[in-house]
């Protein structure tokens, strides 16, 4: 079978139907108040389509239809063998349509169609089938009591989830969500970001066709300061669980407190740190790594790594090989199966990483590579891949996340102002580290305040692992047996024997 070109995705591209409606107790359905906000493609700026525009209204009715559902029982007390055959199904069907699945990420949010294809899609069906896969292979608990007592300990699903995922990896962090939160019997909404609508309410139709009852998993696109807020404050909801800034994960935590004290779970922002010491093992593949940690998806990923640390006895070889090895990543047309990285996902991020890189000039760093837009003739919004270097971690470039590919060099003399420096930020998500010195890299490691390290390596890890954060990067973990506690209750019975 021949790989898809250039012409191929883009004459698909004009044939697409593309769903615009949310999606309530198994069918599509336009806003209650009829509003609609247009949905348009950083690729050329272009009308992709008119998108329903929620909000308390259909959050009131949402939240009605997935608390039915859930007090039903068709799905919250399922035999988890079934409710993992029918994840299973849900997997295989998304999978069966990649490559729609695909060209709607890369048309709504700008990413080259080659990682939606190859990283996004995979990474979806492994979430879900990983997860149902796993559902009847988690115990209950006998308590060690006396002998005229039996203890149990049971989980149950907590009840209406709330599921607000962010812009720049749409599908894959809902499914990271969706996964554990369906496979542990909740009823679940769906908020995706007004930014890159397209994905949810597509799956949600071939969830309903692989046989999750309806009513269990409903989407709501719109504003987070309407649809959003009304669901974060609604009173008949159980749980949130967010992915996105850490300023709107803050507001989520308030929200609770103002309604029911509803569980909150959050991944939030990083700045993450990367690493390289001087007796790295490989000074040209720690180079080509520190390239595609801040270009990969243009930058806009919660673990970019947007801070290089490099031992200042090796930074005057080190910095042309990471600048020479960015060299090969280049913006251009996201449907062009040969582009590895494509368009910020609209003109307010692309705004956003320009303010930025102006920061970077004011504050006295030194721009060595790119940090000016690009492609303009297109209508779309793309941007150079950034460096600067003498960069002092005070600044604004070095503390605040930027979500676009701009690169902060920072020179260290010390293990001990390595680490420092690397934890001297508010959050504390994910970082590396490059060292031949086995005791060096443990020490590091433990010593670094993050969710995820990664030695000699950047970005690794499977559904086997916790992913999370530390301090402002937020609480709770996705993936692995750990992430269905945020989707249950534990409760302890206590049987008293004659």
């Given at each position: 079978?021949?790989?898809?070109?250039?012409?191929?995705w883009?004459n698909?591209?004009?044939t697409l139907?593309?769903?615009?409606?949310?999606?309530?107790d198994?069918?599509?359905t336009?806003a209650?108040?009829?509003?609609?906000?247009?949905?348009?493609?950083?690729?050329?700026?272009?009308?992709l389509?008119?998108?329903?525009s929620?909000?308390d209204?259909?959050?009131?009715r949402?939240?009605?239809?997935?608390?039915?559902?859930?007090?039903s029982?068709?799905?919250?007390?399922?035999?988890?063998?079934?409710?993992?055959?029918?994840?299973?199904?849900?997997?295989d069907?998304?999978n069966?349509?990649?490559?729609?699945l695909?060209?709607?990420?890369?048309?709504?949010m700008?990413?080259?169609?080659s990682?939606s294809?190859?990283i996004d899609?995979?990474?979806?069906?492994?979430?879900l089938?990983?997860?149902g896969?796993?559902?009847?292979?988690?115990?209950?608990?006998v308590?060690p009591?006396?002998?005229?007592?039996?203890?149990?300990?049971?989980r149950?699903?907590?009840?209406?989830?709330?599921?607000?995922?962010?812009?720049?990896?749409?599908?894959m962090?809902?499914?990271?969500?969706?996964?554990p939160?369906?496979?542990?019997?909740?009823?679940?909404?769906?908020?995706?970001?007004?930014?890159?609508?397209?994905?949810a309410?597509?799956?949600?139709?071939?969830?309903?066709?692989a046989?999750?009852?309806?009513?269990?998993?409903?989407v709501?696109?719109?504003?987070?300061?309407?649809?959003?807020?009304?669901?974060?404050?609604?009173m008949?909801?159980?749980?949130?669980?967010?992915t996105?800034s850490?300023?709107?994960?803050?507001?989520?935590?308030?929200?609770?407190?103002?309604?029911?004290?509803?569980?909150?779970?959050?991944?939030?922002?990083?700045?993450?740190p990367?690493?390289?010491?001087?007796?790295?093992?490989?000074?040209?593949?720690?180079?080509?790594?520190?390239?595609?940690?801040i270009?990969?998806?243009?930058?806009e990923?919660?673990?970019?790594?947007?801070r290089?640390?490099v031992e200042?006895s090796?930074?005057?070889?080190?910095?042309?090989?990471?600048?020479?090895?960015?060299?090969?990543w280049?913006?251009?047309?996201?449907?062009d199966?040969?582009?590895?990285?494509?368009?910020?996902?609209?003109?307010?991020?692309?705004?956003?990483?320009?303010?930025?890189?102006?920061?970077?000039?004011?504050?006295?760093?030194?721009?060595v590579?790119?940090?000016?837009?690009?492609?303009?003739?297109?209508?779309?919004?793309?941007?150079?891949?950034?460096?600067?270097d003498?960069?002092?971690?005070?600044m604004?470039?070095?503390q605040?996340?930027i979500?676009?590919?701009?690169?902060?060099?920072?020179?260290?003399?010390?293990?001990?102002?390595a680490i420092?420096?690397?934890?001297?930020?508010?959050?504390?998500l994910?970082?590396?580290?490059?060292?031949?010195?086995?005791?060096?890299?443990?020490?590091?490691?433990?010593?670094?305040r993050?969710?995820s390290?990664?030695?000699?390596?950047?970005?690794?890890?499977?559904?086997t692992?916790?992913?999370?954060?530390?301090k402002?990067?937020?609480?709770g973990?996705?993936?692995?047996?750990h992430?269905?506690?945020?989707?249950?209750?534990?409760?302890s019975?206590?049987?008293?024997?004659?």
């Open positions: 079978m021949t790989a898809p070109t250039l012409s191929t883009e698909r591209a004009k139907k593309i769903e615009g409606r949310a999606f309530i198994g069918k599509y336009a209650i108040e009829g509003q609609t906000f247009d949905c348009l493609s950083p690729i050329d700026g272009r009308l389509a008119k998108i329903a929620c909000t209204a259909d959050a009131n949402a939240v009605e239809v997935a608390r039915t559902t859930f007090e029982g068709v799905w919250s007390r399922m035999p988890p063998g079934e409710r993992k055959k029918v994840m299973i199904a849900f997997a069907l998304l069966r349509h990649a490559e729609e695909a060209l709607l990420e890369t048309l709504d700008g990413k080259p169609i990682d294809l190859n899609l995979p990474g979806t069906v492994d979430a089938s990983w997860s896969e796993a559902i009847d292979k988690v115990y209950d608990e308590a009591t006396s002998e005229d007592q039996l203890g149990l300990v049971t149950e699903p907590v009840g209406v989830v709330v599921a607000i995922v962010p812009w720049n990896f749409p599908l962090m809902a499914a990271w969500k969706l996964g939160s369906l496979a542990t019997g909740n009823s679940v909404i769906l908020k995706p970001s007004e930014r890159s609508p397209l994905t309410i597509r799956i949600a139709q071939l969830a309903v066709e046989g999750i009852p309806r009513g269990v998993l409903n709501l696109p719109g504003y987070g300061h309407t649809v959003g807020k009304a669901l974060a404050l609604h008949d909801v159980d749980t949130v669980v967010f996105g850490t300023r709107i994960a803050k507001q989520l935590l308030a929200y609770s407190g103002e309604s029911n004290m509803k569980r909150i779970w959050l991944e939030a922002g990083g700045k993450s990367n690493i390289v010491f001087a007796d790295a093992p490989d000074l040209q593949a720690a180079a080509e790594a520190a390239a595609w940690a270009a990969f998806n243009q930058g990923v919660c673990t970019a790594g947007s290089l640390l200042r090796i930074k005057e070889k080190f910095l042309p090989l990471v600048i020479e090895a960015l060299k090969a280049k913006p251009g047309n996201p449907l199966p040969d582009t590895n990285i494509g368009a910020l996902v609209d003109a307010q991020q692309l705004n956003n990483v320009l303010s930025y890189i102006e920061s970077g000039h004011a504050e006295g760093a030194k721009l590579v790119g940090g000016k837009r690009t492609l303009q003739e297109t209508g779309g919004t793309y941007i150079e891949p950034t460096i600067f003498g960069v002092n971690n005070a604004k470039i070095a605040e996340e979500f676009g590919p701009v690169l902060s060099v920072i020179a260290f003399d010390t293990v001990e102002e420092e420096i690397a934890n001297d930020t508010p959050y504390g994910a970082a590396a580290l490059w060292t031949s010195n086995i005791t060096k890299a443990h020490k590091t490691a433990r010593a670094l993050a969710g390290v990664w030695v000699n390596q950047y970005d690794a890890g499977d559904m692992a916790p992913f999370g954060g530390f402002q990067s937020g609480n973990r996705d993936k692995s047996l992430a269905f506690d945020k989707y249950t209750e534990l409760k019975t206590w049987i008293k024997l004659q």
